[in-house]
């Protein structure tokens, strides 16, 4: 395993912060609880190169809002990839990222 499917592989699945939330709450302090949903999505992107090691995560974050969930879900997109400088993802980011989300993309990069 390398280390970065070792990094994506720690911060994908289902997780909560009810334990600080819950700390929070008994301490007297207003603290949002929320849930949160990471996966991996490179199967969802047209077009990837065979040797592509870079790696997408799709966060579903659902904060509990007047006591639901249903009032807001918040997604965001993430990629992870080892290079040796950080423009190399980027460059990355601009050439592939419309394929998954077009609008998206023109709105982070101004195309």
């Known amino acids: 395993m390398t280390k970065l499917e070792n990094f994506v592989g720690m911060m994908t699945g289902h997780f909560d912060n009810k334990d600080q939330f819950d700390k929070m709450q008994e301490e007297g302090k207003t603290y ?4 949160h949903i990471n996966t991996i999505c490179n199967d969802k992107i047209n077009n990837l190169p065979e040797d592509f090691k870079g790696k997408f995560v799709v966060e579903e974050r659902k904060p509990l809002i007047r006591g639901s969930f249903r009032l807001s879900v918040i997604w965001a997109i993430f990629f992870f990839v080892i290079t040796v400088t950080m423009f190399l993802s980027s460059a990355f980011m601009r050439e ?4 998954l989300v077009e609008p998206m993309s023109r709105m982070v990069f101004g195309e």
């Open 96 to 99: 592939y990222m419309y394929q």
């Open 32 to 35: 949002p609880y929320a849930e």
